[in-house]
């Protein structure tokens, strides 16, 4: 009799070890199915700027990193400079800057890449007439002093518009001027034109300053509507070390994807939860962001622009190589995603 009750015990042990085993199977399983969060805690770092850091602000305020799992904490420098070295150092793992951060890193084999665009940023860099200037043509451009800070991109879309306008670049006479100089310069007529950024174009507005054309929109007399003189990304890029959480780096995408919805489809709000968050008045916002394509679309735009940076920077010795582009990016996580926002099959 207690042989025959030891080996049911034996045999109920058995049991209950083969059903717990399979149980924990089935939830490892199922984890990995639901594409289970290897972290939950990310440090995403960004700066004080609707252009580069207003998707990070929205998904944060409005849950959706909650609702992807995440704990995500932000932290906002007041310029974009400060978060290159913290990316070469490590210590900033996940950041949103330019594809001009992102070039100058990859051109110092800094393990970064670059998995998503933020927003085209083209339509911020722009060229300002002062108060009181008549522009009747784009040759009566030539001649005019042209403030500008050294080595700016923008000096790419001045390029093509003088090229396909057919305005002589050479006869310009470039300042150099900071973007703080170059508003005092313009408003006391020391310079004719600043050719600058956000938020110093909406500055320039503000003193009655006229945009002639920006790198995504012309408003030259005989050229006015959409161009293509300078296309210009914020992106967000991770270093490589994160690269071994996929599932948390897409979910952190899709709160991303959700906040740049709200963005475009609720402009209104995001601007009155971004001018409290970056102390900045909701108008003004409204005028930056309004110049701001926001997507995380990958197009032959965005790739273009990437390698005409590159080559722009090289010429101004910003960096001493022009790295290729496929060995800094890989859009393959943002693919699964929404495959519909990888338009384009780097090879």
Known sequence: MRRKFNLMVLIFCMAMVALLAGCGQKEVSN???QGGLEVKEITAWGVIDPQISAQQ???????FFKEEGLEVTNKLQQSGTEIGPMVAGGSAQVSFESTYTDISLASNNIPMTLI???ANIGGTQAVVASS???INSAQDLEGLKIGMAPGSGVLIAIRKMADELGVDINSFRFVKLQPADQIIALEKG????MACWEPWVSKAIALDGKILFSGLKSYLPENKGDVNYLNFHTTLQVTNDMLKYPE????FLRALVKATDYINNNREEAAAILSEELNIEKEELLGIMSRNIYSLQVDSDFVDGITEMATFMKEMDNISKIPQVLDFVDFSLLKEVDKDLVKVDLK
């Open 248 to 251: 948390t780096l897409k979910a």
């Open 116 to 118: 998503a665009p933020m």
């Open 31 to 33: 984890s990995t199915e």
């Open 57 to 63: 602000i929205i998904a944060k305020k409005m849950g």
């Open 190 to 193: 020391d310079i004719n034109l």
């Open 132 to 134: 009181g200037l008549d």
